[in-house]
């Protein structure tokens, strides 16, 4: 049984298609298997472990370079203005993050936690 799960998790592939709290619902069971089986029979479940791991580190190196790709593509579509300021108007706007306050709405909890 061991065998065939590794096995089949190996086959396996995961991408951001696959939601996160799935995904780490999944491994929660997979490690709460692992545990039963040292319970009851004093396997460590290497093999498993070690994919686990393996399929673990796949998708979130997966999940960071697709998140990246959705923001470099974002970025690319923005419509980007030079902002030629000297350091006294830089200073004199309080800096970015003043010029950040100063252009989101007001509502905005990021923006909120800024003040």
Known sequence: LLQSLVEMLSMMSFTSAVK?????AMVWALNAMVSL??????SESG?????????????FANFHSESFLTLRQ???????QN????????RQMGGVLGIVKSHCPKN?????KLR
Request: glycine content about 4%; proline content about 2%; aromatic content about 10%.
């Open 20 to 24: 996160s709290d799935e995904y780490l």
């Open 37 to 42: 089986g040292k319970e009851f029979c004093g």
């Open 47 to 59: 093999s498993l472990r070690k994919c686990l791991d393996d399929k673990s580190r796949e998708y």
């Open 74 to 80: 974002m970025l690319q579509e923005e419509c980007w």
């Open 83 to 90: 902002m030629p300021l000297s350091q006294t108007a830089l």
């Open 108 to 112: 905005d909890v990021a923006v909120r």
